[in-house]
């Protein structure tokens, strides 16, 4: 059993743009979080990872960096970046960076310099290709819509952009811009920052001729040699988010030998209410068979291997409570029931702000009330391609990414608490009955079960380094299953479905009954184990030693 600082904790994610204005001109900013490390500290949170907070002209919302060495205006100054870092470290909390390396934004000036001529200096900064037959050099899409090459008139070449054409892709063949990414990543190193969350990590080893896109032949290299530049003997946490990534891949950038990442972000779970080889608006109920089977197998293989991310919440999926619960009747009891699920699995937890509080998916009646640019891509494609305007809308009420960027709501005073100004996104009407103010003092709230979720994981090793083993595993109603470390097991029960359900299981005659860890509803502690019925949403860890 490796022990680590970074397996015993639990990350949350701030979104700053939405998380909290502190001067009034409607977007989130870097005072506005240190004004909530308070919050956050009583939550029980160990680190913040932060989405970038760079120089940005914000076409992907700061995803779009023009300087990493800077601060994007509307968040604040690098001063107020400093005393983030320390008023968090003061609490226990470390800051984890958003690094987003695979792409610059157009207006950073090494692709001002890239763009002027193909013997610029910067040229091979970037990936620069001749039309072929007059036209793109290939077929590779964009993940926001249409063509992944852009043709530039200057020097008649195009260049290659994987998200939008604002964001050009670096040439991570060129030793030089990789060398340059090591410096910036030790110049916040050197802040005293705990890490880095790593955007679609699995991109920068491309190979865009081949039409190669994630996990080309160098990727490891590369995360090799940038460990051995940077943080690999710094003790930090690092998280790569990876969408096609597989166990197997998982070990490599994982090995418990330190010499990749600390763990990554696999999507596995999150793609399984979509249609098989089609896109993510493309709808399909989810199994919950599917979703045993996917968790187990991150699970099972990476046990004494790697590290598993436990997520069901970021800034790009909609919310949970409203996509796998119940975000009406059993909102409370179905975003508890999630947490259970979640953060009884091995792996470092991930809580993306509002998830604490139940917030739910947004519905705005008019397409220009969304601000994303995927969505608002996406839109415009399909109708092109003769799409129905309500099976559009209906596909962005499902997954678009505004879901989950609504300001956070704070208390129930005019816009929510989060601005005095007016807000850069609509916030979500029902936040007279959901926000933190109501929550922070009700014992029975969604705000205070996560806090013990937190607690339990502090105080019970079980729980962070036991091994996980499924039960019932075709219950199509139940999600249980067993962690195991020496003479204690912890048993997690999760009813998944909006009726009552038997839970009937006889594999714990071994241990003797010790405690109710929790629920979410009043249990009679003096009941069996091993035949209860649940209620809708019901979750339950107990706690048995041998
Ligand atoms: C993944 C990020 O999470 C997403 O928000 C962003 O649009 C893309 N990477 C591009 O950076």
């Known amino acids: 059993m490796n022990k680590e600082w970074w397996k015993e904790s639990v990350v949350y994610q701030v979104y700053p743009r939405s998380f909290k204005d502190s001067n009034g001109d409607g977007i989130g900013d870097l005072r ?74 157009d207006e950073h000036k090494w692709f001002i310099e890239s763009k002027k001529s193909k013997d610029n200096h910067y040229r091979d900064y970037y990936i620069w290709r001749d039309p072929v037959n007059g036209k793109e050099p290939n077929d590779l899409k964009s993940t926001f819509s249409g063509s992944a090459w852009q043709y530039d008139e200057t020097t008649g070449q ?46 920068i080893g491309k190979v865009p001729d081949k039409k190669i896109k994630e996990n080309g032949p160098k990727l490891h290299e590369y995360i090799k040699e940038m460990n051995r530049k940077t943080f690999g003997d710094k003790n930090l946490l690092t998280v790569g988010e990876a969408w096609c990534s597989n166990p197997e891949i998982a ?115 008019e397409l220009n009330d969304y601000k994303d640019i995927e969505t608002l891509n996406m839109y415009e494609e399909r109708i092109e391609q003769g799409y129905k305007h309500e099976d559009i809308m209906n596909s962005i009420y499902e997954k678009g990414r505004d879901n989950a960027r609504t300001p956070i ?78 003479n204690e097991m912890v048993l997690v029960i999760c009813n998944f479905t909006e009726s009552k359900a038997k839970f009937v299981f006889d594999g714990i005659s071994k241990f003797k009954y010790k405690e109710l860890l929790i629920s979410n509803y009043d249990v009679d502690i003096n009941q069996s184990v091993n035949n209860i019925e649940l209620e809708p949403y019901e979750a339950r860890i107990y706690k048995f030693i041998n």
């Open 32 to 105: 506005g979080i240190i004004e909530k490390l308070d919050y956050l500290k009583e939550l029980g949170i160990d680190v913040i990872w932060l989405s970038p907070v760079y120089k940005s002209p914000n076409d992907d919302n700061g995803y779009d960096i023009s300087d990493y060495e800077d601060i994007m205006d509307e968040f604040g100054t690098m001063e107020d970046m400093d005393e983030l870092i320390k008023e968090g470290n003061k609490r226990g909390i470390k800051i984890l960076m958003d690094l987003v390396v695979n792409h610059t934004s």
């Open 158 to 203: 195009y260049y290659l952009h994987l998200f939008s054409r604002k964001q050009p892709d670096l040439n991570w063949e060129n030793e030089e811009v990789r060398n340059k990414v090591y410096d910036m990543m030790n110049f916040w190193i050197d802040k005293g920052i705990g890490g880095f969350r790593m955007d679609v990590i699995e991109l």
């Open 251 to 365: 070990e490599q950038y994982s090995n418990p030998d330190g010499s990749e990442l600390s763990m990554v972000f696999q999507f596995e779970h999150i793609l399984l209410d979509q249609q098989p080889n089609k896109e993510k608006w493309d709808l399909k109920p989810l199994e919950l068979l599917d979703l045993k089977k996917a968790l187990s197998r991150w699970q099972l293989e990476l046990e004494g291997k790697g590290w598993n991310s436990l997520f069901w919440n970021n800034h790009d999926v909609p919310r949970i409570v409203s996509r796998w619960g119940n975000d009406k009747e059993y909102r409370v009891e179905s975003a508890k029931m999630l947490a259970t699920l979640l953060h009884g699995m091995k792996g470092t937890p991930y809580i993306y702000q509002g998830e604490e509080l139940g917030m739910t998916n947004i519905r705005f009646e």
């Open 409 to 486: 709501q704070w208390d129930d005073s005019e816009n929510a608490g989060f601005t005095n100004g007016d807000p850069w996104i609509k916030i979500n009407l029902n936040y007279k009955e959901i926000n933190a103010k109501s929550q922070l003092n009700d014992e029975k709230s969604i705000f205070n079960y996560y806090k013990n979720l937190i607690k339990i994981r502090k105080t019970n090793p079980v729980v962070v380094y036991g091994k996980y083993e499924l039960i019932l595993e075709e219950n199509k109603e139940i999600f249980a299953y067993t962690r195991t470390l020496e």
